[in-house]
């Protein structure tokens, strides 16, 4: 979801409101021969050894959370009506029908881990009642009862939870908001060990504090350890925080480990050129500490490779995908910025034919990636 300026500036001044609980050089993009790489049909569905399959989705809260953050907060009713709206936007997302498209993605690709962002939980408040929970909706509680539903192998791993926010409907009831991270299993794969936290990088005024976070899921298949990473970085508004969270994903939670590391998720950092609205310097840092931009690396013709962003309340006719910053990033610990074997990346949700049924909306605001890996037996050996 974009960040204007306007919210950037206006998030300053919500401290009197909200309770927060929670180079210029061009990247250059490793070579990687696939002149006898197979078609992706056959690489997805060939007999025999299976790739490695990861998904990567920012499932999207729901509603514009901008008029919120560009008024006066010391103006309540107006906030009241304005976060009135936004709640009614995302009732009006069709949240379990949103989830059903993403299940329909799992279920046709069989990924072996699922890193999902933007996983809001939301519940109101009724303060006059201790607090009760009167309504409320869970977008990670939709997708766990349609995978149930469809008997599919996939379980939870970690939830990280991130920023959370209270925002008043009404003198009487409050809606709590909380954005999380979540990576899913297939029941086949072996998690050997895992880990989640937030960044220390966040932004920061009186009360108000924007959390992000990461899960680090560590995983044994075909006798070959995978190291998978979900986050979400800042926004290219609060690009220096964004800096401060992409310095510590590299110089903690993906370093010094063995096997495959990859990286996925909504980095918030187009590969376009600097100056670009969606520009920061991040992509590019990630790209020089070795990561294969797999998107990049597999070859897709004129394809940009968008990812985001649909209008918010997902109704659009058209695409209205422009920007490139929704990743999948590899890297060996013993090949460096080479990977060893055959690739596949896939963009999804961004066709007419993966919106929602039955009222046709776009699943998400952002598309989607689905990258497999299929590594040489003799990977095991070196």
Not at 86 to 92: E, G, I, L, T, Y
Not at 124 to 135: F, Q, R, S, T
Not at 142 to 152: K, V
Not at 180 to 199: G, P
Request: hydrophobic share 40%; charged share 20%; proline share 5%.
């Amino acid at each position: 979801m974009r960040l204007s300026a306007s919210t950037t500036r206006a998030v300053l001044a919500a401290a009197v409101i909200l309770t927060v609980t929670g180079c210029n050089d061009e990247a250059i993009v490793p070579t990687v021969d696939l002149s006898d790489a197979p078609s992706a049909a056959s690489f997805w569905n060939s007999a025999g050894r299976e790739p490695f399959k990861v998904y990567s989705q920012n499932v999207y809260l729901g509603g514009d959370t901008d008029p919120i953050f560009s008024l006066d907060f010391s103006n309540i009713p107006a906030v009241i009506g304005a976060t009135n709206t936004f709640w009614n936007q995302v009732r009006a997302s069709r949240i379990p029908e949103r989830a059903a498209s993403i299940v329909d993605e799992i279920a046709a690709k069989r990924p072996h881990l699922v890193g999902l962002e933007e996983v809001f939980q939301f519940a109101v408040l009724d303060m006059g009642a201790g607090g009760a929970v009167v309504d409320g909706a869970d977008l990670l509680a939709s997708i766990q009862s349609e995978i149930s539903r469809r008997a599919l192998p996939y379980e939870v791993v970690r939830i990280q939870a991130n920023t959370a926010v209270n925002l008043p409907l009404s003198p009487r009831l409050i809606l709590s908001a909380t954005d999380r991270v979540v990576v899913l299993r297939r029941t086949d794969v072996e998690v050997t060990a895992s880990a989640q936290s937030t960044y220390a990088a966040r932004f920061t005024l009186g009360p108000v504090t924007l959390k992000r976070g990461w899960i680090r899921v560590s995983a044994r298949y075909e006798d070959r350890p995978f190291h998978f990473i979900a986050t979400h970085l800042e926004t290219q508004r609060l690009a220096p925080v964004q800096a401060g969270q992409a310095a510590e994903l590299l110089g903690g939670v993906a370093d010094g480990l063995d096997g495959m590391t990859i990286i996925s998720g909504d980095l918030n950092s187009d590969d376009a050129h600097p100056g670009a609205p969606s520009w920061t310097p991040t992509y590019n840092t990630l790209i020089a500490a070795g990561f294969v931009d797999l998107y990049e690396a597999r070859g897709h013709g004129n394809d940009p490779g968008y990812t985001c962003c649909q209008e918010s309340d997902l109704r659009n006719a058209d695409s209205h995908l422009d920007e490139r910053i929704d990743f999948v990033l590899a890297r060996d610990a013993r090949y460096g910025d080479k990977i060893p074997g055959g690739i596949e990346v896939e963009i999804v949700g961004e066709e007419q034919n993966d919106r929602t049924d039955p009222s046709g909306m776009w699943r998400a605001d952002h598309a989607g990636l689905v990258a497999g890996l299929k590594l040489p037996k003799e990977y095991n050996e070196n």
